[in-house]
């Protein structure tokens, strides 16, 4: 498993559609429509895929969405701060769970 | 330091007892480093292992052949004298720098040239141009001459005692500031042009809108240049202007009026810095990748004439950072400059070439495609 994840694999994302070109497409097209400058500018959605990545922990996203950050004009400190954001849901979502604890608690105990 | 005039001499002094401009580092010139050397930078260039399908790649083969378009744009080095030591720096300015400063001689012939040149625009850049102790003479030339003049300025050179009312001399003559930022925000500012810079950059961009820049009067425009901090390529310009703007009026009050957004090439200090911090092979890749044939079109080099300190010219400042001269017959100087022949010129490239043609495309002008 230690080679599990190659830095080549980033850039030969794309030959991933090798495999069904229309689907490949599909989803190629969409997610550069979605990266796009919308109602959101593109380095906006750039800090919410740096915060994600992190989230799902994927190397390949974390590596790309911070040349991403980078490259659309945000800075280390946005970045840090976008992280604290995932981290912030993270750890909440955790602690809120502590409800369903509780209440199950509070109804079997005396 | 030697200097060649009393007023250089002076200017020269006042640099040396200037404390409140932060320095990000020394001059290679200064450090002796071996990059200070133009033939050991384009070495270090060629010697980048870029191949594309087992082939080695070089500029004129992926651009094309592309011709001179109409001169527009007259662009002046006045010389490598700076306040600043940016770690970007593409010139190696300085305040240690009175080395390279347009002699006076010199500077009568580009007054006459700039008379004479069909050119709609006078640049004026350096180093600091303003502190070179003919740019006042340059300016009115320029205006004068009936030319939109801009002045490339790194905004903290506006607080030294020096340059007090130059503002308002500015405004009073139409001159376009274009004047140059790294980031809206202090870290990546501070990073590349040294702790504190933001701060005063801030101070210069309000001293800037008090004298009725950046705020959408024609005569009075202020244009922001973004450089990348790091080893990678410019944000897209509409998007970013937007941001900087909302940005800069909320957080500081401050207004301007368009922003450009460039590449930063690899020469110079910023040479230096991609190959000691391990990205030189990455950038030149990332360039080279990034290479857009729709920014070919727009290339400065193809309307814009670029004289240097010592009267030579070149087809862009970058290449005059390089010594790559023009290639015109009756020799490379501004004493002898033909506007004929500059239209029929074979322009000259090399692998530095590739960050003009990066993206979005960077010239002077901002993006190009």
Same mark, same amino acid.
């Given at each position: 498993?230690?080679?599990?994840?190659?830095?080549?694999?980033?850039?030969?994302?794309?030959?991933?559609?090798?495999?069904?070109?229309?689907?490949?497409?599909?989803?190629?097209?969409?997610?550069?429509?979605?990266? %796009?400058?919308?109602?959101?500018?593109?380095?906006?959605?750039?800090?919410?895929?740096?915060?994600?990545?992190?989230?799902?922990?994927?190397?390949?996203?974390?590596?790309?969405?911070?040349?991403? +950050?980078?490259?659309?004009?945000?800075? !280390?400190?946005?970045?840090?701060?976008?992280?604290?954001?995932?981290?912030?849901?993270?750890?909440?979502?955790?602690?809120?769970?502590?409800?369903?604890?509780?209440?199950?608690?509070?109804?079997?105990?005396? | *330091?030697?200097?060649?005039?009393?007023?250089? /001499?002076?200017?020269?002094?006042?640099?040396?007892?200037?404390?409140?401009?932060?320095?990000?580092?020394?001059?290679?010139?200064?450090?002796?480093? #071996?990059? %200070?050397?133009?033939?050991?930078?384009?070495?270090?260039?060629?010697?980048?292992?870029?191949?594309?399908?087992?082939?080695?790649?070089?500029?004129?083969?992926?651009?094309?052949?592309?011709?001179?378009?109409?001169?527009?744009?007259?662009?002046?080095?006045?010389?490598?004298?700076?306040?600043?030591?940016?770690?970007?720096?593409?010139?190696? /300015?300085?305040?240690?720098?009175? $080395?390279?400063?347009?002699?006076?001689?010199?500077?009568?012939?580009?007054?006459?040239?700039?008379?004479?040149?069909?050119?709609?625009?006078?640049?004026?850049?350096?180093?600091?141009?303003?502190?070179?102790?003919?740019?006042?003479?340059?300016?009115?030339?320029?205006?004068?001459?009936?030319?939109?003049?801009?002045?490339?300025?790194?905004?903290?050179?506006?607080?030294?005692?020096?340059?007090?009312?130059? /503002? $308002?001399?500015?405004?009073?003559?139409?001159?376009?500031?274009?004047?140059?930022? #790294?980031? &809206?925000?202090?870290?990546?500012?501070?990073?590349?042009?040294? $702790?504190?810079?933001?701060?005063?950059?801030?101070?210069?961009?309000?001293?800037?809108?008090?004298?009725? &820049?950046?705020?959408?009067?024609?005569?009075?425009?202020?244009?922001?240049?973004?450089?990348?901090?790091? @080893?990678?390529?410019?944000?897209?310009? %509409?998007?970013?202007?937007?941001?900087?703007?909302?940005?800069?009026?909320?957080?500081?009050?401050?207004? !301007?009026?368009?922003?450009? *957004?460039?590449?930063?090439?690899?020469?110079?200090? !910023?040479?230096?810095?991609?190959?000691?911090?391990?990205?030189?092979?990455?950038?030149?890749?990332?360039?080279?990748?990034?290479?857009?044939?729709?920014?070919?079109?727009?290339?400065?080099?193809?309307?814009?004439?670029?004289?240097?300190?010592?009267?030579?010219?070149?087809?862009? $400042?970058?290449?005059?950072?390089?010594?790559?001269?023009?290639?015109? #017959?009756?020799?490379?100087?501004?004493?002898?400059?033909?506007?004929?022949?500059?239209?029929?010129?074979?322009?000259?490239?090399?692998?530095?070439?590739?960050? +003009?043609?990066?993206? @979005?495309?960077?010239?002077?002008?901002?993006?190009?495609?």
């Amino acid at each position: 498993l230690d080679t599990y994840y190659k830095t080549q694999h980033l850039a030969d994302f794309p030959k991933i559609a090798e495999g069904s070109p229309e689907l490949g497409k599909k989803f190629f097209d969409y997610y550069g429509a979605v990266f %796009a400058d919308g109602a959101l500018t593109a380095r906006e959605k750039s800090l919410i895929a740096l915060a994600v990545a992190h989230t799902v922990q994927c190397p390949y996203c974390i590596d790309a969405y911070t040349s991403d +950050c980078q490259q659309k004009g945000a800075d !280390f400190e946005q970045m840090t701060e976008a992280l604290h954001v995932a981290v912030a849901i993270r750890g909440g979502s955790s602690l809120v769970h502590g409800m369903q604890m509780r209440e199950h608690a509070r109804k079997a105990g005396m | *330091v030697r200097a060649a005039s009393p007023q250089l /001499a002076q200017v020269s002094a006042d640099l040396a007892a200037d404390r409140a401009t932060p320095r990000a580092t020394l001059t290679l010139r200064r450090r002796e480093a #071996p990059l %200070a050397s133009t033939a050991r930078q384009l070495e270090m260039l060629a010697a980048v292992p870029l191949q594309k399908a087992g082939r080695r790649v070089e500029f004129d083969a992926m651009a094309g052949t592309f011709a001179p378009a109409h001169l527009e744009i007259f662009q002046v080095n006045l010389g490598k004298l700076c306040n600043m030591t940016c770690r970007h720096c593409h010139v190696d /300015a300085g305040p240690d720098r009175t $080395d390279a400063m347009m002699a006076d001689a010199v500077v009568e012939r580009v007054i006459a040239a700039i008379g004479r040149t069909r050119a709609h625009t006078v640049d004026l850049t350096g180093g600091a141009p303003e502190l070179h102790p003919r740019f006042r003479d340059v300016v009115a030339a320029g205006v004068t001459a009936g030319k939109h003049v801009m002045d490339r300025c790194n905004l903290t050179v506006l607080l030294l005692p020096r340059n007090a009312g130059l /503002a $308002d001399w500015f405004a009073e003559r139409g001159v376009e500031v274009v004047a140059s930022l #790294p980031h &809206y925000r202090r870290p990546n500012t501070d990073a590349q042009r040294g $702790d504190g810079v933001f701060d005063r950059s801030v101070k210069a961009l309000r001293l800037l809108n008090d004298a009725g &820049y950046g705020k959408g009067d024609p005569r009075k425009r202020l244009t922001l240049v973004s450089n990348p901090a790091g @080893a990678f390529l410019g944000a897209a310009q %509409a998007t970013a202007e937007r941001e900087w703007k909302e940005a800069l009026q909320r957080q500081h009050g401050v207004r !301007f009026d368009r922003l450009f *957004v460039l590449n930063n090439m690899p020469i110079s200090r !910023f040479l230096e810095w991609l190959e000691a911090s391990g990205n030189l092979d990455a950038y030149m890749e990332r360039l080279v990748n990034a290479f857009n044939p729709g920014a070919v079109e727009g290339l400065m080099c193809r309307n814009t004439l670029s004289v240097g300190w010592d009267g030579r010219l070149y087809d862009c $400042d970058f290449n005059q950072m390089l010594d790559l001269e023009i290639d015109l #017959p009756r020799g490379p100087h501004i004493g002898d400059f033909d506007e004929d022949a500059w239209h029929r010129r074979r322009i000259v490239t090399a692998r530095h070439c590739f960050g +003009c043609t990066a993206g @979005a495309g960077s010239s002077c002008g901002g993006q190009t495609a």
